[in-house]
């Protein structure tokens, strides 16, 4: 550090104008040149630091050299000039203060060499750990007779001592590629398609007051929590999901943002689920309850978010399950904004003591009486850890479905911006070829295997080598696929063929018929295929339920028929699913596994054969029917039953299904149960060794 020169009466310290200097950093590319590098300032000395981030896998060296204060000379006039140390002077002039200089890196090693000095710089800021520079003084000059000439002073640069290291990295750096510099600040994010569809046609309700809310989610919550059985299929699926509609119907009753009309389509398809969920408290049959309650859902789906044709239908299955996530900020705005913020807490602590004082004086109660016990272990359902995680669960699942619906139906998405009609893409030199040629397909398999298509045993019986089973099984499944396929074409073409001339309308219209047409025969074949294999073999209940999903395929066709008449379709979708709806009620009337079981039974009497290891496992429905078989088959097909229903059902698992058939057993009595080693003694019954 130089000495500073003595302060001129009347002007301000140059050593208060001289701003802190600049770090500098020089960074080296590796080379197998420097191992390592030497510090090259003095040792003790102070240096500044600056956090750099270099990226992960970068190799290279950072140096940072120590800074040496560079003084500012200050003007002066030619007579009165005050001599100043050649190594910080600067040029100057009398009229104006100069303006402090940047520090620059310490020049690479040679002789002492006088250079102009560098432009004033603006001062650079301070470093992070450094207070900042004071401001520099106004620099106040004497009044001269005479403009006074400028005394310009040579800096010269300082040479280090000699140093390998500096020098090789004072060489120049390659200068990476140029990018067009992007300005700092904040950038905003472009929405997604999904944001700009939710702030346009799905905006979010107001927010609001009151306890309406909150209490329909706890009713949805305490609905499935209190009466939903996961184990056993009951009366209480249907009692949780009425809990569950009553408290989302209970707070939207205010809500007028649907039109009147809207409210009845969506009232129905609540009451379509809610009849689905009717089908658990009166059939036993795993695959139909199944069914059942997957259509329940899909309907609560569409009474919540609404849907008639396939695009909007397919957005409530998604929205749904959004909005049960999406609103539970909006659910807990209603706490805060309530009158007594505080009330929710005290309501928590409550449950809590009301829990603790049961249990306590429950315990010592049933201790001191044995019948008052009895009475509350069949009341009470055991505390274990998998009763509790079963419990938060059906709570949560409760409480998230009625904030999807409560959500949602107060502010309803508009639906039908996503139900947009096809644009004709495809002329007719595009579709017509297609359709024609699938036309005559069908119509030539449909007249040259009419005999194989509905002969049914006499074509069987014919055909050398042909069983039922291969007749069946090599016909059903492709024309099932078929059937499909055809469905997707006509779908396609009713979208996007165009039909902007009366020519087009006319022929788009004949192949549509025909292919309806056909379709429907195609059906028919399928149909009659299943049918004389089950006649021939057995019944069971997943073959009854292909059945039925075939005739449903044939209905949509006849349905496409009669919609191209005046090119009105978009009442299908919805009237598809509740079609859907009709065939899963009219299943669960038909009793499908009880069906099942009375159809071998009568094969059993006829031909003397019978599938007795498939009717041991049917569900409790098929016990009146298998009830009335001979012993040695009774015995078996019933094993499993009565191994199932030994234990009696709590009161919201009760089932019609299950009822009857401990009826039909406690008539029976436990002598005409027996075990599997009943079905190994059967085999004159043609029973086989093992499950096939």
């Known amino acids: 550090m130089a ?115 560098a432009a004033p710089q603006p001062a650079p800021a301070a470093a992070p750990h450094q207070a900042p520079a004071a401001a520099p003084e106004p620099v106040v000059q004497p009044a001269e007779p005479a403009a006074a000439p400028v005394v310009t002073v040579p800096e010269p640069r300082v040479v280090p001592p000699t140093n390998p290291h500096t020098a090789l990295a004072q060489r120049p750096q390659p200068q990476p590629y140029p990018h067009p510099a992007r300005p700092f600040g904040t950038y905003e994010r472009q929405p997604s398609a999904w944001q700009t569809f939710r702030k346009k046609h799905w905006p979010a309700p107001k927010q609001a007051q009151g306890w309406a809310v909150p209490s329909g989610v706890l009713a949805g919550a305490l609905g499935l929590l209190i009466f939903l059985p996961l184990n056993r299929v009951g009366i209480g699926w249907f009692l949780g999901w009425l809990a569950l509609t009553l408290g989302v119907g209970f707070a939207v009753r205010k809500s007028k943002d649907l039109p009147r009309r809207e409210r009845l389509i969506r009232s129905g398809w609540a009451a379509a689920a809610l009849a689905l969920m009717l089908v658990p408290a009166f059939r036993n049959a795993w695959w139909l309850v199944t069914f059942s309650v997957l259509g329940a859902i899909g309907c609560t789906a569409l009474a919540i978010v609404g849907g008639r044709q396939v695009r909007s239908i397919l957005f409530s299955l998604v929205a749904a399950p959004y909005a049960a996530f999406a609103g539970i900020p909006w659910v807990r705005g209603h706490l805060k904004a309530g009158r007594n913020p505080g009330i929710t807490r005290r309501i928590f602590f409550s449950i809590a003591l009301t829990a603790v004082v049961l249990l306590v004086f429950g315990a010592l109660l049933s201790s001191a009486d044995v019948a008052f016990s009895q009475l ?22 409760g409480g998230l479905l009625a904030v999807s619906g409560i959500y949602t139906l107060a502010a309803p998405p508009a639906t039908a911006s996503l139900d947009t009609a096809g644009k004709g893409r495809f002329g007719l030199i595009e579709w017509a070829p297609a359709g024609a040629a699938l036309v005559l397909l069908l119509a030539g398999f449909v007249a040259v295997q009419f005999t194989v298509l509905f002969g049914g045993s006499r074509h069987v019986l014919k055909t050398a080598g042909l069983s039922y089973s291969e007749y069946a099984r090599s016909g059903f499944w492709q024309l099932v696929a078929v059937t499909l396929l055809s469905l997707a074409l006509i779908a396609a073409l009713a979208r996007w063929s165009k039909r902007e001339t009366a020519a087009e309308r006319l022929l788009l219209r004949v192949l549509l018929g025909l292919l309806c047409a056909l379709s429907v025969v195609v059906v028919a074949s399928a149909l009659s295929r299943m049918w004389e294999y089950q006649r021939v073999y057995s019944f069971t209940g997943e073959r ?62 006829g031909s003397g054969k019978i599938d007795a290891w498939y009717l041991r496992a049917l569900s409790a429905d098929a016990t009146p029917a298998l009830a009335e078989l001979p012993d040695p088959v009774r015995r078996c097909t019933l094993s499993w039953i009565a191994e199932d229903l030994k234990e009696p059902d709590p009161w919201y698992a009760w089932n019609l299904g299950r009822q009857q058939a401990r009826e039909v057993l406690a008539d029976l009595g436990p002598g005409a149960i027996g075990t599997q080693k009943d079905c190994r003694k059967a085999d004159q019954f043609d029973l086989p060794k093992t499950r096939r």
């Open 3 to 117: 000495d500073l020169p003595p302060k001129q009466p009347g002007r301000s310290d140059p050593a208060e104008a001289v701003p802190t200097p600049a770090p500098q950093l020089l960074v080296m590319p590796p080379t197998d040149a420097i191992p390592s590098l030497v510090w090259p300032g003095a040792e003790g000395e102070t240096a500044w630091a600056i956090p750099v981030q270099i990226p992960s896998g970068t190799r290279g060296f950072a140096v940072f050299l120590p800074m040496v204060q560079v003084e500012t000379a200050i003007p002066v006039a030619a007579e009165t000039a005050t001599p100043v140390a050649a190594e910080t002077a600067t040029p100057v002039a009398a009229e104006t203060a100069t303006a402090p200089a940047e520090a620059g890196p310490p020049a690479p090693p040679g002789p002492i060499d006088p250079a102009p000095a």
């Open 376 to 397: 509350l272990d069949d009341a009470v359902p055991d505390f274990g850890i998998g009763a509790i995680f079963q419990w938060m669960f059906l709570a949560a699942t």
């Open 544 to 605: 009854i339920f292909v059945m039925a999903s075939e005739m449903l395929l044939g209905l949509i066709f006849v349905m496409i028929a009669a919609a191209g008449i005046k090119w009105q379709g978009r009442w299908i979708p919805a009237s598809t699913v509740g079609l859907a709806v009709l065939m899963l009620l009219g299943l669960a009337a038909l009793d499908p596994e009880g069906y099942v079981a009375s159809r071998n039974a009568a094969r059993y009497e």
